[in-house]
């Protein structure tokens, strides 16, 4: 129920918005590494500014490739374990409930989500790996749909099973 805007990737200021969200929808063809070339859209100077003043930045599929490309996020997006596009509806165990996705979610919800993507495999450094857990960095796993984490849940071989993370700070 709140008012937005569509804002063009070639706009050079936010100013005047609470929040910014970066959906997907194959930024750029995806020819180099999803959200690689959209990052230097000048859109993403403001971006950059919003989520340095802690204002709410979320990415959604590309838009969370482009967020990492951006260095505002930890990790990096890997071709799928089975080198293949997957879509298909899988379940989300949402581990904070203190972002601005998850504030309104209950304790032991299991979400149950589309995804559609080839390059959905998360991946980070180990050391990167123990400050997201340590950190409560990781915002979404994926799950079965009794809310277990197990191998055949994970469609991508996301390292921790990990469908979503914050930064340290949590707006983005």
Avoid at 10 to 28: C, H, N, R, S, V
Avoid at 105 to 121: K, Q, V
Avoid at 158 to 169: H, T
Wanted: hydrophobic share 40%; net charge negative; glycine share 12%.
């Amino acid at each position: 129920g709140e008012p937005t805007d569509l804002v063009w990737h070639k706009d050079t200021a936010l100013e005047g918005y609470d929040a910014a969200i970066l959906p997907g929808g194959f930024a750029q063809g995806d020819y180099l590494r999803p959200g690689a070339v959209a990052r230097f859209s000048p859109i993403m100077t403001a971006v950059q500014k919003m989520a340095n003043a802690g204002k709410p930045v979320i990415g959604i599929c590309n838009g969370f490739q482009m967020l990492q490309e951006a260095g505002l996020l930890p990790g990096a997006m890997l071709r799928n374990q089975t080198l293949t596009y997957i879509c298909r509806y899988l379940y989300l165990s949402p581990e904070q409930r203190d972002s601005p996705l998850t504030v309104g979610l209950t304790e032991g919800e299991i979400l149950r989500i589309p995804i559609g993507h080839a390059d959905g495999n998360y991946y980070a450094d180990d050391e990167t790996l123990e400050a997201l857990e340590r950190n409560d960095q990781v915002v979404f796993r994926y799950v079965n749909a009794q809310g277990a984490r197990d191998d055949t849940a994970n469609p991508n071989g996301a390292a921790n099973a990990i469908a979503g993370v914050r930064n340290e700070r949590g707006n983005v």
